[in-house]
């Protein structure tokens, strides 16, 4: 199918390494109506993008094989319309500013706010405000 063939849906896809990450972070989304596709490779989910619309995709920066500004890079020609939050374990604002001058929509370091996180997720996706359930 493609690009051109998918309806317009509100979800997004969540690319990390970390199993862990995926799970909370998919549950986070979920449990505020967004639909999450997951990924811990970054490189199926670049085939993923060649196939399919992705409105927003939340990446993290370090992962195994390609990290998140590579993804970044790649996925500004494939699909220039996807809108990108980056996530990270690292503070570094090298990384940050670097992202932010690629387009990036937000940049978060991990452990954060879950509000502001979708509060990010919400403007990236031109959506009214999430509504914010309590982290369980």
């Given at each position: 199918m493609?690009?051109?063939?998918?309806p317009?849906?509100e979800?997004?896809?969540?690319?990390?390494?970390?199993?862990a990450?995926?799970?909370?972070?998919?549950?986070?989304?979920?449990?505020?109506?967004?639909?999450?596709?997951?990924?811990?490779?970054?490189?199926?989910?670049?085939?993923?993008?060649?196939?399919?619309?992705?409105?927003?995709?939340?990446?993290?920066?370090?992962m195994?094989?390609?990290?998140?500004?590579?993804v970044?890079?790649k996925?500004?020609?494939?699909?220039?319309?996807?809108?990108v939050i980056?996530?990270?374990?690292?503070?570094?604002?090298?990384?940050e500013?670097?992202?932010?001058?690629?387009?990036?929509?937000?940049?978060?370091t991990?452990p954060?706010?879950?509000v502001?996180?979708?509060?990010?997720?919400?403007?990236?996706?031109?959506?009214?405000?999430?509504?914010?359930?309590?982290?369980?």
């Open positions: 493609k690009s051109s063939e998918v317009n849906e979800f997004v896809c969540l690319v990390d390494d970390d199993p990450i995926l799970k909370s972070i998919g549950r986070l989304l979920a449990s505020n109506g967004i639909d999450v596709k997951t990924f811990n490779d970054p490189k199926n989910f670049l085939v993923h993008v060649g196939e399919h619309r992705v409105e927003l995709v939340i990446l993290d920066i370090w195994n094989g390609m990290n998140g500004l590579e970044q890079a996925l500004s020609r494939l699909s220039p319309q996807t809108r980056l996530i990270t374990g690292r503070k570094d604002p090298a990384v500013k670097t992202a932010r001058q690629f387009g990036a929509a937000a940049f978060f991990k954060f706010d879950d502001e996180f979708l509060d990010a997720v919400s403007a990236a996706l031109g959506s009214p405000q999430l509504r914010h359930r309590p982290k369980v």
